[in-house]
């Protein structure tokens, strides 16, 4: 069985293909992005300390796990050795990919957040098209959101076939693969939220689209 079969995980492959992605791979080990703003900046909507233990902790686990893991992996020539530690490549490369996604999707009220765009917009056309209006889009995503049972993400993605756009739930740390782009990515994990808003997370679903990043949405949308 070909070391090339396991050494490209899931996550490898979504971070590939996803031509908006950024580069949080380097020489084979994941690294932590940079934060285009600070950690208070999202407040009140995502409190200082929840970026702050999401981004330091949380989010780094991921990137220590998956390189841990890729470690390993090459150096055991032991096939099922290396099929157990796949699932770990796989858990962790995909939080990691989904995180650097998630970064992106964030922005800072004084940057755009929350803003949507503009009747001309193509992405504005596309959602009009499938869901009638932005409120309605973020009415269909907040339900989606709720419906996940444990852990989990929502994804507004784009078909890049088709160009058709699609709301799509993932469980745990699966990341968006195949021909799906993924435009705006909603944490759905406890630790996104449970600071702030305890376990009244429908309050965290409303609250995140004040700050969502729109323009990387159009950005990733066009790409």
Do not use: C
């Amino acid at each position: 069985m070909a070391m090339s079969l396991f050494r490209t995980s899931a996550a490898r492959r979504a971070m590939m293909s996803s031509r908006s992605a950024p580069a949080v791979f380097a020489r084979g080990k994941a690294t932590l992005p940079d934060l285009d703003y600070d950690y208070g900046a999202l407040e009140p909507y995502i409190s200082g300390q929840i970026m702050e233990l999401h981004y330091t902790k949380h989010h780094q686990t991921y990137v220590n796990g998956y390189n841990a893991a890729i470690e390993k992996f090459d150096s055991t020539k032991d096939i099922k050795s290396q099929i157990e530690l796949q699932s770990l490549i796989n858990f962790h490369g995909g939080g990691h990919v989904n995180h650097s996604l998630f970064w992106k999707n964030l922005a800072p009220r004084k940057d755009g957040g929350g803003e949507l765009p503009g009747s001309k917009s193509e992405l504005t056309k596309a959602i009009e098209a499938k869901y009638g209006s932005y409120d309605k889009l973020i009415s269909t995503v907040n339900a989606q959101l709720a419906a996940i049972q444990g852990s989990g993400w929502t994804w507004l993605v784009k078909d890049s076939k088709s160009g058709d756009l699609d709301i799509i739930n993932k469980p745990n740390q699966d990341p968006i693969t195949g021909a799906y782009i993924p435009l705006v990515g909603i944490d759905a994990w406890e630790h996104a939220y449970y600071l702030q808003y305890k376990n009244v997370k429908v309050d965290y679903f409303k609250a995140i689209w004040n700050v969502i990043n729109w323009k990387e949405a159009e950005k990733r949308f066009n790409a």
